[in-house]
């Protein structure tokens, strides 16, 4: 007889095979530490199934994409600006900001009022890449998360940093930007 471990396995495995549509997952289909790891791995595979479009679109990552899309809003910034608006440390920011403007899609100034700032501006292709690029998944994300209710807002938060809790990744180098993989890594 199988143990009730191998009995949730074969169910996950017989689940959902490739290629057909079947009802959500629900607690009589699955355990909930089961549904919690599909949950999870749904929002990985979304993750990269956008990556990969944009990449392909656009030619760039999706956190390549919102430092283009930050520079656009006021025309410029500083790294220092783009650090803490993205959350991610200067060493990050600096490998970005190499990348884009290799690709022709940023370029770095000094600034006027302080010669020991760098300004960076987008380019006219930098400005196509922004207008062309598809929408980005955080965008859909805040979208539905901002129309939750306040005390929904602050459960999610709440589960998923939880949840970055349990995976040990609470001290990772992160943006708010729905990326696979580095931050600064390109394509």
């Known amino acids: 007889m199988l ?44 993750t990269e199934m956008h990556a990969r479009d944009l990449a392909h679109q656009a030619g760039l990552t999706a956190v ?18 783009l650090s803490q608006r993205m959350g991610v440390t200067q060493a990050t920011i600096s490998a970005l900001i190499k990348k884009l403007e290799s690709k022709g899609l940023l370029t770095r100034r000094q600034s006027q009022a302080d010669r020991r700032q760098t ?34 807002q602050a459960m999610v938060v709440a589960v998923l940093e939880r949840v970055a809790t349990m995976l040990d990744a609470e001290e990772i180098d992160a943006s708010p930007v729905l990326a696979v993989g580095d931050i600064d890594r390109s394509h």
């Open 119 to 152: 300004r960076l501006e987008i380019t006219l292709d930098g400005r196509s890449k922004v207008s062309a690029a598809p929408d980005a998944l955080q965008q859909r994300y805040v979208k539905q998360f901002e129309s939750l209710e306040d005390w929904e």
């Open 64 to 81: 390549q994409l919102r430092v283009l899309q930050i520079v656009s809003e006021k025309g410029h910034a500083t790294p220092t600006e």
């Open 3 to 46: 143990s009730n471990d191998n009995q949730n396995t074969s169910r996950i495995a017989n689940f959902r095979k490739p290629g057909t549509m079947s009802h959500p997952v629900t607690e009589n289909d699955v355990d909930r530490t089961d549904i919690s790891l599909i949950a999870l791995r749904r929002i990985l595979r979304a």
